[in-house]
């Protein structure tokens, strides 16, 4: 039975969610300006008075770049947001690595995991892991991220999961669990013995 | 009788005209004539004179001149040029005092200035001018821009409403007449009711503009009389009461139907006479145009008509549709105007606030580094007299370098910018991969390239070194560096924001001199905050990196819309895109400081440690965008309001 002992509630994903498709609107909307400014360029030029052909052309073009960039950058930056969740089997990172770039949300199970190297540490407060997967997939994983949607308390909370989960996958009975291809199961009490409840 | 003889140049008696529409001697309505030095496209110069300001004459060149000649000999006192887009400072005006072909005779050039601030251009002469001609010399370009004038006109002041070379005030004081006296007075009082007697006076020549009768009538029945005083108007007598004290020729009302009444159908029109007696017959007229005549009033004193108004029995489907779609039309672009004009408005007055607040956050930024700077000395004192000293050391290392490192990146860049500059102009004779060519090569092989790299490696070095002497102290120098580093960032934005936004609130916080790096400082900042990313082994977090994407992409749209507004001119449509294009890019601005708002109201400290550049960085480039963006958008929106 999966229990889950941190969830970040789904109205905030799905409010982030929101506002970047709207960006996505806005992408739209730069590319019918650039493609309205050029077609009132070449048919109607005199509608737009245009003094600096060759000016305008390069605007123009500088637009239909920066609507690319952008749909490319939002429709990214869209798909990585995910649904927050730790529990004793699996968990879920606020933000989708690149590799992974699904529209469903994406879990870990803790078989999963092959490694979790600190990226840096101060006075005991790791933020921060690289984490590597048995597939060959390697990601950061920063706590700090959390802040876009619960304030610090529960930022140094997750951080303190994360370092269960650290201990846990890295422990050498569960190594050979996972590689026998079983789950690894966290018991509910380590979280709450070092994370609270 | 009093004979008035005068000398009009524009011989023509009328009336005085109505105050403000003084007479423009200048259109070609009035019989001037315009050309000049050159036309760009179809913008000729009859368009300077044509009385409408959406056309407008085009100078072929940079500069140019306009001149019209008038329809003769001509009295004025004041010349109006109104240019479109661009304003032009140094302007002349020529008359021509001699009736020969040129304006260079001595004292012919009547008005110039070097310090013209306005499109709208009044030339006010020193003294009022008999002239046939004038000519307006536009004498220093503006940027590589045509001049374009809408209109080019020229006044006698105080008004001259008709144009004939009197001023209104001195028509309006002085009554001409020409008197002629009737024939076969006195007679007798006719007939009541039965006869009329009519009188002739001698025929006037000219066109005259008012009729003065003036009679005795000895009677004690005044009020049964009346008299009308009948003119040739060149097609036909029309006939004028001038004496009615019985009200016997007072015009006809309507009894049916009622004024603002909605009827259909079949209508019978009730036109009530007062005094019937005379009335033989009643017009009807509908929009001026006569529609019916009855002589048989339908009662003693009411003539009527049956109008038909317009029924749809005769209309086809088509008709139906083309009335339907129309009168659709007719409202939905009513709506569409006023809904611009609104939204324009709105946005206008929008962004005017969002441009303060973009100050407040420049502000509040420029507070922030100074808080940050207070942190830095309180804790330098609490750790000791050695640490103290050394970082007292390290900074005045730094401001020992920064000092002619600046001055070095700064003539760096003027280069730079003078090399863009260079291809830029010369853009027109280049190929595209020519350019893109030279845009490098003048980008990362020149000084300015090689100062922004020297800057990144005297941080990189300062930052390593500081760590090496610091040993166990490794963070808190890392610390001290980001906060100096900080600092510096914080007042070249501080500096940027200040001079963008045209105020001296906040300039008071930067050292003297400050302005000078700005441009130069900013792109360092960049540089190094490229380099931050790049370097540090901690990625930046979600909600930063979005933040400073956004802000980003906000900018480039708005070097986009900044282009486009060097290339259009002044137009509806042109302004509707650049509007539209700074809405977007303050939405990005926007929402990019709503993730950094977001993430400092939860956890400002967590952030700020373990991103002590690249936050305050981060906070800095979205407040410079918002407030550029809406800055950008209040103009542009100012401007569309304005054209519509």
């Known amino acids: 039975m999966i229990q889950a002992i941190f969830v970040v509630d789904p109205a905030k994903i799905a409010r982030r969610r929101s506002r970047r498709r709207t960006h996505l609107v806005v992408d739209g909307g730069i590319f019918v300006v650039a493609t309205l400014l050029a077609i009132l360029a070449l048919g109607w030029p005199a509608v737009l008075d245009v003094q600096n052909p060759t000016l305008l052309f390069f605007a123009i073009a500088a637009l239909f770049a920066i609507a690319a960039y952008a749909s490319w950058s939002d429709l990214r930056t869209l798909r990585s947001v995910n649904s927050v969740m730790v529990s004793t089997r699996a968990f879920s990172p606020p933000f989708k690595p690149k590799e992974r770039p699904t529209t469903a949300d994406w879990s870990v199970a803790y078989k999963e995991i092959a490694s979790m190297e600190p990226v840096a540490t101060k006075g005991g407060f790791i933020p921060a892991y690289d984490v590597t997967l048995r597939d060959g997939l390697s990601f950061q994983l920063n706590a700090l991220d959390l802040l876009l949607y619960v304030d610090e308390k529960e930022v140094r909370r997750y951080a303190k999961m994360l370092a269960v989960i650290r201990a846990e996958v890295g422990r050498p009975e569960n190594r050979e669990r996972a590689a026998r291809g079983e789950d690894v199961v966290i018991p509910k009490e380590r979280f709450e013995a070092v994370a609270g409840g | ?644």
Not at chain 2, 400 to 409: E, H, K, T, Y
């Open chain 2, 1 to 644: 009788m009093v004979i008035v003889v005068f000398q009009a140049l524009q011989a023509r008696a009328h009336p005085p005209g109505v105050p403000g529409s003084e007479y423009n001697y200048a259109l070609a309505s009035h019989g001037g004539v315009a050309s000049a030095s050159g036309s760009y496209q179809t913008n000729v110069p009859g368009r300077a004179i044509d009385g409408s300001t959406s056309t407008y004459w085009q100078s072929s060149s940079t500069t140019g001149w306009l001149s019209v000649a008038f329809s003769g000999w001509v009295s004025i006192k004041e010349v109006h040029a109104h240019f479109l887009s661009k304003v032009y400072g140094s302007l002349s005006v020529y008359l021509n005092l001699d009736d020969d072909t040129d304006f260079t005779d001595p004292g012919e050039r009547v008005w110039t200035t070097t310090a013209n601030t306005g499109l709208d251009v009044v030339a006010n002469l020193p003294t009022s001018y008999s002239t046939i001609a004038m000519k307006l010399t536009i004498d220093a370009p503006n940027g590589n821009n045509k001049p374009k004038v809408a209109e080019f006109e020229a006044y006698l002041i105080p008004p001259d409403s008709d144009g004939d070379g009197l001023t209104d005030g001195e028509e309006a004081r002085t009554v001409y007449f020409y008197e002629s006296a009737a024939v076969g007075l006195p007679q007798a009082v006719p007939d009541l009711g039965s006869n009329n007697t009519t009188l002739t006076v001698n025929r006037l020549a000219g066109v005259p503009f008012r009729g003065l009768a003036d009679f005795t009538v000895d009677s004690p029945l005044k009020d049964q009389l009346s008299a009308t005083l009948s003119y040739w108007d060149g097609t036909g007598w029309v006939e004028a009461p001038v004496w009615d004290p019985g009200g016997w020729l007072t015009r006809p009302t309507i009894l049916v139907p009622l004024a603002g009444a909605h009827v259909g159908g079949s209508v019978t029109i009730t036109a009530s006479i007062a005094s019937p007696t005379l009335v033989t017959l009643v017009d009807f007229y509908v929009d001026g145009i006569l529609k019916n005549t009855t002589s048989a009033p339908t009662s003693g004193t009411n003539y009527t008509w049956d109008i038909p108004t317009q029924t749809r029995n005769g209309w086809s489907a088509w008709d139906y549709l083309w009335y339907g779609v129309t009168a659709f039309f007719d409202q939905v672009l009513s709506w569409v105007h006023s809904a611009i004009v609104f939204v324009a408005t709105l946005v206008e007055a929008f962004v005017q606030a969002i441009v303060q607040f973009g100050s407040w956050v420049a502000q509040a930024v420029s507070t922030a580094a100074a808080v940050v700077a207070s942190a830095v000395q309180a804790a330098a004192k609490v750790l000791g007299q050695v640490v103290d000293a050394l970082a007292n050391a390290i900074m005045s290392v730094i401001h020992a370098a920064l000092d002619p490192l600046i001055n070095l990146v700064v003539s760096a860049y003027n280069a730079w910018a003078e090399g863009v500059a260079q291809l830029i102009l010369s853009m027109r004779s280049l190929s595209v991969d020519d350019f893109v060519r030279g845009l490098i090569q003048v980008t990362f092989y020149s000084a300015f390239a090689l100062a922004i790299f020297a800057v990144i490696v005297a941080f990189s070095v300062a930052e390593k070194i500081t760590n090496a002497m610091t040993l166990g102290m490794a963070n808190l120098a890392g610390f001290v560096i980001g906060a100096v580093a900080g600092l510096i960032i914080g007042m070249l934005v501080v500096a940027a924001v200040n001079q963008w936004l045209g105020s001296d609130v906040i300039g008071d916080l930067l050292p003297k001199g400050f302005d000078d790096v700005t441009g130069a400082g900013f792109t360092v900042a960049q540089f190094l905050f490229a380099y931050e990313l790049a370097q540090r082994p901690l990625k930046p977090i979600r909600g930063i990196e979005t933040g400073l994407k956004d802000a980003i992409i906000g900018l480039m749209l708005l070097g986009a819309a900044s282009a486009i507004k060097l290339a259009l001119g002044d137009t509806v449509a042109g302004l509707v895109i650049l509007v539209t294009l700074d809405a977007f890019a303050l939405y990005k601005e926007l929402s990019g400081v709503n993730d950094v708002i977001s993430i400092t109201g939860k956890g400002a400290n967590l952030v700020r440690m373990w991103y002590p550049f690249l936050y305050p960085v981060t906070v800095a480039v979205n407040a410079i965008g918002v407030a550029t963006a809406a800055t950008d958008l209040a103009g542009d929106a100012g401007r569309l309001a304005s054209r519509l």
